[in-house]
């Protein structure tokens, strides 16, 4: 995280002390523009958390298709649908001991929010076709360039979702908020 302004200080503190809490930490929402650094945010939590050994599971909420991200995130069971010749962990179950990013949280549909509302409250995935339930022991971090307080207002994500992901929240401010780190990142 290069930079001397006092916001990129600021970020550094919050990171190590974010970090600090390990795998017992809350889900860490993080809000900024495109290209202001929140996927490099996020895997620097992960780092200072668990070093490089913990799984990283990074997810392009709005690169899924969505046809098939339950069964990507949740994972399934065999013949939980025509072409499920064997069962497949989801991403969350990959992910045990480790973080998952959700890059562009703003992206997911509501159906697909009720169901990652699920494993935030209660910290259990349930694979697709499966009666049982699977811990998902992870530290979750999201990240979004939308407003997701219009979103909610909008009827276009879930208020409930809002606030189970909004309990520790970054804001990145962007580059031209903070032009002493221009020459830094230029170098």
């Not at 202001?36 to 899924?64: E, M, Q, T, Y």
């Not at 069971?77 to 703003?106: H, N």
């Not at 076709?129 to 022991?137: D, F, L, Q």
């Not at 307080?149 to 009827?155: A, F, K």
């Amino acid at each position: 995280i290069l930079g001397d302004s006092r916001a990129t200080q600021h970020l550094r503190d919050q990171i190590q002390k974010f970090g600090a809490l390990g795998s017992t930490s809350p889900p860490i929402l993080i809000i900024g523009e495109t290209g202001v650094g929140k996927g490099l945010v996020a895997r620097a939590i992960h780092s200072a958390r668990f070093g490089s050994d913990a799984p990283w599971i990074d997810i392009n909420c709005a690169a899924l298709p969505k046809n098939l991200i339950e069964s990507e995130l949740f994972g399934f069971e065999r013949s939980a649908f025509t072409d499920a010749k064997q069962a497949k962990p989801g991403l969350f179950e990959a992910a045990a001991g480790g973080t998952v990013f959700l890059d562009e949280i703003g992206e997911l549909d509501l159906e697909i929010q009720t169901k990652l509302l699920k494993v935030v409250e209660s910290g259990t995935v349930r694979r697709l076709g499966s009666v049982t339930e699977r811990p998902a022991r992870v530290c979750l971090i999201a990240a979004t360039n939308v407003d997701l307080r219009r979103m909610m207002q909008d009827g276009g994500f879930r208020e409930d979702l809002y606030y189970r992901l909004n309990v520790i929240t970054i804001q990145l401010p962007a580059l031209r908020e903070r032009k002493e780190d221009v020459p830094p990142l230029v170098q």
